[in-house]
């Protein structure tokens, strides 16, 4: 079932369309909306100990990646994930990218539970949507914000219970449609539609709706509904959410995005206690919805809890030996910079200040950087090298990219 064509024309892997990495096989598993049960979680740490890594790694599209298959078991690995729901279409394997706000639902917010499964069967609905990028990504907002500071190519907002905002990026000030919410998933498909046969008449294109003259998309909102400008488009938050106990629910981060299988056994038994439900965050969190009584545990199992942990403020490309590129094991050195920062606490460590943030890269590709300010620290030899680094920056960025693209299909846990 690999797809030896997809990984020439788009290096995003999904289930079906490995990356070859240094350590075997890595398979992307989309996860529309970060929503998954229990008995998905589980089967799928289960699948990771018998076909690959035991571990899964988070993505900065709450998507989940296992590395280190082998490729003689790859067609039984597809079988064993579709056996769980999660791959409704082989054809659109790599395309079901949704991003959903973690809270809705919780606490009087508005749900997008129907919203993200309309979305996702639209777009397995429809054949030549198959065609879009690997790289294009949807974001379902329930209206606080919070996915907005995502780079996304088509978004939606929630303005009211019958209205809601329908935004293409095609920069960094969006272009946006006020629609009737029952018809957003509609606009949004046809959209998607508009951009795949823009590509097919364009092969330079691109992979995303910012690399398209505005002209030749936005024109396709006009029938939508009433057009608003960038300046028109409700502000974008920094949206991560935060650890701890959020609205009754269980907020955790996880370390570098690895979850281990102790830690999918607590998160598991601690959703079993709460609602079923597991979701999973763009910013490598899990939230459990009604589950806060069982924070303890989750932190017994190395899961973060707790807001001012440097673990927030730090994150990783897969480094050595997964990725042939790296000059260094940037799992060991995140960790011995985490317990430096632990004990140093001179750097700003909470997950609310997001221009503290560390990015540690084996290599000057950065895979897997976060959107927004970040330190970068690229292939620091020691943990003194590090912190030279960040204090000869006085905590600046010595690279300020205020965006990045997601799921770079080497950064392991991108």
Not at 127 to 152: K, T
Not at 289 to 307: F, M
Not at 326 to 343: G, H, M
């Amino acid at each position: 079932m690999i797809d030896p064509g997809h990984l020439r024309a788009d290096r995003c892997p999904g289930l079906l369309s490995p990356h070859r990495a240094e350590d075997g096989l890595l398979v992307r598993i989309r996860v529309p909306g970060g929503r998954l049960t229990t008995v998905q979680l589980a089967g799928l740490g289960r699948l990771a100990a018998e076909y690959g890594q035991p571990e899964l790694h988070l993505t900065s599209r709450a998507n989940l990646q296992l590395r280190g298959v082998s490729e003689d078991r790859l067609d039984d690995l597809g079988a064993a994930v579709a056996s769980l729901g999660l791959l409704p279409s082989p054809e659109h394997d790599r395309v079901r990218n949704i991003v959903a706000s973690p809270l809705a639902g919780l606490s009087g917010r508005p749900s997008l539970d129907r919203l993200i499964t309309e979305l996702d069967r639209s777009l397995c609905a429809a054949p030549e949507l198959a065609a879009l990028p690997g790289r294009f990504l949807f974001a379902l907002d329930d209206g606080s914000g919070d996915v907005g500071s995502l780079r996304f190519d088509l978004g939606l907002r929630r303005l009211s219970t019958d209205t809601a905002m329908i935004m293409i990026g095609t920069s960094d000030e969006p272009v946006g449609a006020v629609v009737p919410t029952v018809h957003a998933v509609p606009a949004m498909i046809m959209i998607a539609r508009r951009f795949v046969a823009v590509r097919e008449t364009s092969p330079t294109a691109g992979w995303h709706l910012r690399e398209i003259d505005p002209g030749r998309l936005a024109g396709g909102l006009r029938p939508i509904g009433e057009l608003v400008a960038g300046g028109d488009v409700p502000p974008v938050e920094e949206g991560a959410v935060a650890v701890g106990s959020v609205d009754g629910a269980a907020s955790v981060a996880v370390p570098l995005g690895r979850l281990s299988a102790p830690q999918i056994n607590a998160i598991v038994g601690a959703a079993g206690d709460g609602s079923g439900s597991v979701i999973l965050t763009p910013w490598r969190g899990v939230v459990l919805p009604d589950a806060a009584a069982r924070l303890p545990e989750l932190a017994a199992a190395g899961l973060i809890v707790e807001a001012d942990s440097s673990w927030n403020s730090v994150t990783a490309c897969v480094g050595s030996p997964g990725c042939a590129r790296s000059a260094i094991d940037t799992r060991a050195a995140a960790t011995e910079l985490v317990s430096f920062l632990e004990s140093r606490r001179a750097f700003p460590v909470s997950r609310e200040s997001r221009a503290s943030r560390i990015h540690l890269s084996g290599c000057d590709r950065r895979c897997g950087r976060p959107t927004g300010e970040v330190v970068d620290l690229i292939a620091p030899p020691d943990t003194a090298a590090a912190v030279a680094a960040l204090d000869a920056g006085q905590g600046e960025p010595p690279s300020r990219r205020t965006r990045s693209d997601h799921d770079q299909p080497t950064a392991g846990s991108a």
